[in-house]
Every structure is written in C-alpha cells, then in structure tokens.
C-alpha cells in the first residue's frame, strides 16, 4: 500500500460516518483492511501497523500514559483514526 492510500483512505474515514462506524466494528485489524479494501483503498496490514507505530512515537507522555490505562478520549480507535 502506498502512503497516498492510507492518507486517502483515513481522509475518507473523517467525512464518511458509514464506513467509519463500519470500520470501528471490524472484529480485528485483519476485517478492518479487508473492509477498507472492499471500499476501494489499496491498504495492507503492515503499513496499517507501521502508521500506527508512526503516530505512537509523536505522543506525549500524557496521551501515552491514556493509552496505556484504556483511556478513550476521541472516539476513534487505534486502527482506525489516527
């Protein structure tokens, strides 16, 4: 999958309600991708998890910390929004 594919599939996720609630129900990262594929996205596991990674490193000790005790603050979950 290409970086394009990703930001295009997470700009997607922001204005379209459906897909995202769709998307916040996948039972694993594996139905997640396979749901954003069916949607048109051309996205993989791996760069899924790699972005993930990317957006972990940029939190504060704070939002760490959130993350670590289950805090939910935003709606989104991790495999989905960033």
Request: proline share 0%; hydrophobic share 40%; net charge negative.
């Amino acid at each position: 999958m290409s970086e394009e594919q990703l930001t295009a599939l997470l700009a997607k996720l922001k204005e379209d309600e459906g897909l995202r609630e769709k998307l916040k129900g996948a039972a694993d990262l594996d139905a997640a991708v396979a749901m954003a594929q069916e949607a048109g996205f051309d996205v993989s596991k791996a760069d899924w998890l790699k972005h993930q990674a990317k957006q972990t490193l940029g939190l504060s000790d704070e939002e760490l910390e959130g993350v670590a005790g289950g805090k939910f603050t935003d709606g989104c979950t991790g495999a989905i929004c960033n």
